[in-house]
Nanobody
Framework: VQLQASGGGEVQAGGSLRLSCTTS????????MGWYRQAPGKQRERVAL???????NYLDSVEGRFTISTDNAKNAMYLEMDRLKPEDTAVYYC??????????????WGQGTQVTVSS
């Protein structure tokens, strides 16, 4: 399983960005997909999750500002980020979880994409 994240960049506070994550396989093979982020000197944290039934879950600090979605036809997941704040600055990673291991792994990660929000 290969995941490719893109869409990061630098924006001013209050701006918007849309992250994309494309996968090498059908999304139906994943139980959950999500976005995580890691800021310098901090632990990686989960930002948003979406299940294969469409259930979503968000980090409290992004609830109402970020929206996670998937497009099965494009084998892609997105994170629409609005009203961005400087504290959203981090490297963002996409993740796919499979209950049944693939190549010995349950968690599959894409490379990170940098999001920088200036005040």
């Amino acid at each position: 399983v290969q995941l490719q994240a893109s869409g990061g960049g630098e924006v001013q506070a209050g701006g918007s960005l849309r992250l994309s994550c494309t996968t090498s396989g059908s999304l139906s093979g994943f139980n959950w997909m999500g976005w995580y982020r890691q800021a310098p000197g901090k632990q990686r944290e989960r930002v948003a999750l979406i299940s294969n039934t469409g259930s979503t879950n968000y980090l409290d600090s992004v609830e109402g500002r970020f929206t996670i979605s998937t497009d099965n036809a494009k084998n892609a997941m997105y994170l629409e980020m609005d009203r961005l704040k400087p504290e959203d600055t981090a490297v963002y990673y996409c993740n796919a979880y499979t209950a049944r291991p693939i190549a010995g792994l349950n968690n599959h990660w894409g490379q990170g994409t940098q999001v920088t929000v200036s005040s």
